[in-house]
């Protein structure tokens, strides 16, 4: 992997269930790691999700292969959080390709 295209930074966070005072469980990110990636845009398009039309959009980001990520993790990039969706580890390159989806809330 060529150290020069991980123009990026971008911020893991675990999701982890929690009870309230109330007994209700939310879900809150705690901060694991922060790390510089490559970009690749990877497209999108136009939905209705809950009536309201809802712009996906989908991108890959190349990270080593030593980050600590996994399926079930957020990453935040450029002010946005976004899904994982596919983590493909490339041991030629020591890289670790991630497919993530802008996320809904």
Same mark, same amino acid.
């Given at each position: 992997? +060529? !150290?020069?295209?991980?123009?990026?930074?971008?911020?893991?966070? *675990?999701?982890? *269930?929690? *009870?309230?005072?109330?007994?209700?469980?939310?879900?809150?990110?705690?901060?694991?790691? *922060?790390?510089?990636?490559?970009?690749? =845009?990877?497209?999108?398009?136009?939905?209705?999700? +809950?009536?309201? !039309?809802?712009?996906? =959009?989908?991108?890959?980001? %190349?990270?080593?292969?030593?980050?600590? @990520?996994?399926?079930?993790?957020? @990453?935040?990039?450029?002010?946005?959080?976004?899904?994982?969706?596919?983590?493909?580890?490339?041991? %030629? %390159?020591?890289?670790? %390709?991630?497919?993530?989806?802008?996320?809904?809330?």
């Amino acid at each position: 992997m +060529n !150290a020069g295209t991980l123009t990026e930074v971008i911020t893991i966070y *675990k999701p982890i *269930k929690t *009870k309230n005072k109330f007994g209700e469980e939310t879900i809150e990110l705690f901060f694991k790691t *922060k790390t510089r990636a490559r970009l690749i =845009h990877n497209g999108g398009g136009k939905g209705i999700v +809950n009536f309201e !039309a809802f712009y996906s =959009h989908n991108k890959i980001f %190349q990270v080593r292969d030593y980050n600590p @990520i996994e399926e079930f993790d957020v @990453i935040e990039w450029n002010g946005q959080k976004w899904n994982v969706i596919d983590i493909t580890p490339i041991k %030629q %390159q020591m890289m670790k %390709q991630i497919v993530v989806e802008l996320k809904n809330d």
